[in-house]
């Protein structure tokens, strides 16, 4: 079982930043593909941005040059550096996890509103 821990969202103004943590329950170092995924109110979860434990990265078109994602395996800690944000940023932002099978964590709400 892995347990996933975000943290980090809240109140942005358009232009801003933000920075969300995933705290996993166990070394990270044995989990090959983590990513993070938001999901706006009406609208479907979709794939933000990608890491495998090689440090491949990919991210949606809408986030490129904007957002950074990244792992710590020490800390078994993965981050995503949010700049720039705008309003169609606003979402519930989840960290995935994917060893033998898929682990969600609980969502952490980021509102991008002046």
């Known amino acids: 079982q892995v347990q996933l821990v975000e943290s980090g969202g809240g109140l942005a103004q358009p232009g801003g930043s933000l920075r969300l943590s995933c705290a996993a329950s166990?070394?990270?170092?044995?989990?090959?593909?983590m990513a993070w995924y938001r999901q706006a109110p009406g609208k479907q979860r979709e794939l933000v941005a990608h890491i495998t434990s090689r440090g491949s990265i990919n991210y949606a078109d809408s986030v490129k040059g904007r957002f950074t994602i990244s792992r710590d395996n020490a800390k078994n800690t993965v981050y995503l550096q949010m700049n720039s944000l705008k309003p169609e940023d606003t979402a519930v932002y989840y960290c995935?996890?994917?060893?033998?099978?898929?682990?969600w964590g609980q969502g952490t709400r980021v509102t991008v509103s002046s």
């Open positions: 166990i070394s990270i170092f044995s989990i090959s593909n």
């Open positions: 995935y996890a994917n060893l033998y099978r898929a682990y």
